[in-house]
């Protein structure tokens, strides 16, 4: 089959770009595959981060020929032509990820072209279907898009119940988010502190450590679990490692860090990892915590599967069904610190990290890439 896929991919960073170029690698096995990339993704006043751009190396090895970077998202005529030229090469099925109504009018105006001029599939990966912050017009926009849109793909039950909003009768599938299987094997937890020194001069190797990992944003509930650190600090000596890029105004977290006087036990890397160092942080951790006050999915759990790393996750979208009470981590309310501080002090005093590990090593077989693609082929 020819397959042309739409959306972000190298030298975009983030966990949309690198889903992308996984399926691509996935999809090339046994089919024409080229990939329609952005020439420019989001207008800089509007990003919130530093870049939006990798720094480090392609892990993925898309073949520049393959990687086109056509779309300009406040250009609506390269909206036009890419449609067309989409539509020219006459594809079996072309497939959008998606995740915020910001780019429905685009990926929409792409799709009435690749419709107008040629008979193909269409269909959207959504990641996420409504926004973790409103935003306005986002549901006429969502159905404009969806008009155009032939199929679709979650990646969780609540996705699907936000799809069951705006789609009535055309079909779909439900599979969960497959895990990142490109940031390199998993390394002896020792080496991996021993990486961290030498690369961010972070010396943790006679602690036990936490991590939280991703960029920051109010949803994610970073000060929650700073606010449960005093806690957990009362029995157990272990390191916070938050790392990530600031997507807001950091200032209130440092503040907080302060007057819970918690500044010797948080390590903060206040900046994107390049992907080639991104198992360092996972490898040398005991536990990925994941305090958010609302979400969908989240890569990062399907990162700390891929290296067998337990966690301790929120009560909001598919973070509870990735994670398994008691089995591979554990569940706790959102927004409270106090369930938060137990279930870490928990996972220690009960010496649960092999356990959990060994579950995860069993459990994640059903996150892999092939059963994910299987079921887009369904949709075909």
Known sequence: MKI???????????????????????????????????????????????????????????PPEKNQRLIDILNPFSWISTGIKIARQKPDAVIFSYWMPFFAPCYAKIAFFINRFC????????????????????NLLTKILFWQVDGFMVLSDSVENDLKKFNKDKPYRNSPHPIYNTFGETIDKAEAKHQLKELYDIDIESDKAILFFGFIRKYKGLHYLLDAMP???????????????????????????????????????????????????????????????????????QIAYFYNRPMISTRVGALSEVVIDGKTGFIVSPENCTELAVAINRFYSLNLENEFANNIDQEKEKYSWEYFVNKLKELF
């Open 231 to 301: 806690e957990v600090l009362k029995q157990q000596k272990v390191k916070l490692l938050v790392v990530g890029e600031y997507y807001e105004d950091e200032q209130p977290y440092q503040e907080q860090i302060k007057q819970l006087g918690i500044q010797a036990d948080v390590i903060q890397v206040s900046k994107y990892v390049p992907n080639e160092h991104i198992r360092y942080f996972f490898c040398a951790s005991d536990l990925v915590v994941q305090p958010y006050v609302s979400a969908t999915q989240s890569g990062i759990s």
């Open 4 to 62: 042309i896929l739409v959306g972000p991919a190298y030298p975009y960073r983030g966990g949309i770009a690198q889903s992308q170029s996984i399926l691509f690698q996935q999809l090339s096995k046994d089919n024409e595959v080229s990939m329609v990339n952005f020439k420019r993704q989001y207008p800089n006043f509007l990003f919130p981060g530093k870049s939006q751009f990798e720094e480090g190396e392609d892990v993925f090895g898309i």
């Open 119 to 138: 008979k193909t599939k269409i269909l959207l990966i959504c990641h996420n279907i409504l926004p973790h912050e409103k935003q306005p017009g986002q």
